[in-house]
């Protein structure tokens, strides 16, 4: 990138995080939820400029893997079900892919294998104002997605989750199709070559490097290809975009 584009993308990037800042009082307003969601499809559309889609996060080398990583969001869903895998190392877990697809199939962790795999270095920015650099290895989401052949009217690949933050609320997170099929976009079985520990969401997570942390989901338990949001839960796209955090969340 020429220092000519770095300069305007932070510039606009600025921008848009001075837009950010009111945020609080725009969603004090009636009209706030409709301004913040034209806001956040306008931050969509400019960083889509900007960074034009087949653009691929900043890798790095293995001297760069930062000593530690903190394990963001929840570290061990610790539910029944959940534990009952871990305790047969996952041999047993089924990935379910749904929705809109002409080809709807279970995949066990043998048979994501043969569907191709990615190692990529990258950093992780969490909004909570945190970075660690990583390895991750998995199957590339494309190759997925080809196997199950989505639907015209698909638009969205939905990640649901087993970790349980409320009574009747699992996570869950999306992103478009356009995301899904990025070069870097993984369901990542290995961290720093090692097995996905739990604290980092094995047996299988997200990682769609050009976003912030909280797209990343963890502990996957099924995929489902969707047209739109408004039936699941409270209708954001996401556990977090239901209390409030932005959809598009790129760096």
Known sequence: MTDRRRFLRNAITSALGALVVGCDRISDSN?????????????RRVQGLVSPRAWLAREFTVADISPSFKANGNTNPDT??????????????????????????QFSLAELAQLGERTQITRH???????????????????????????????????????QWEDD??????????????????????????????????????RVERQLGYKH?????????????????GGGG????????EWYAGI
């Open 125 to 163: 920015d969490c909004v909570e104002g945190w970075s660690a650099i990583g390895q991750w290895t998995g199957v590339p989401l494309a190759a997925l997605l080809d196997t199950v052949r989505p639907t015209a009217t698909a638009r969205y690949v939905v990640f649901h989750c087993f970790d």
């Open 169 to 206: 609320t699992f996570y869950y997170e999306s992103i478009d199709l356009d995301e899904a099929r990025h070069p870097q976009t993984i369901l990542a079985h290995h961290f720093n070559g090692e097995p996905l520990p739990v604290p980092h969401g094995a047996p299988l997570r997200l």
């Open 80 to 105: 029944p079900r959940y534990n009952a895998m871990r305790e047969r190392q996952f041999a047993d877990y089924r990935l379910a892919v749904t929705g809109l697809v002409e080809a709807p199939r």
């Open 31 to 43: 009209t706030g939820p409709r301004v913040l969601g034209v806001a956040e499809e306008v931050n």
């Open 217 to 233: 989901a963890k502990y996957i338990e099924r995929i489902e290809l969707v047209d739109r949001f408004d039936h699941l839960y």
């Open 238 to 245: 996401g556990y977090w975009e239901d209390n409030g955090y």
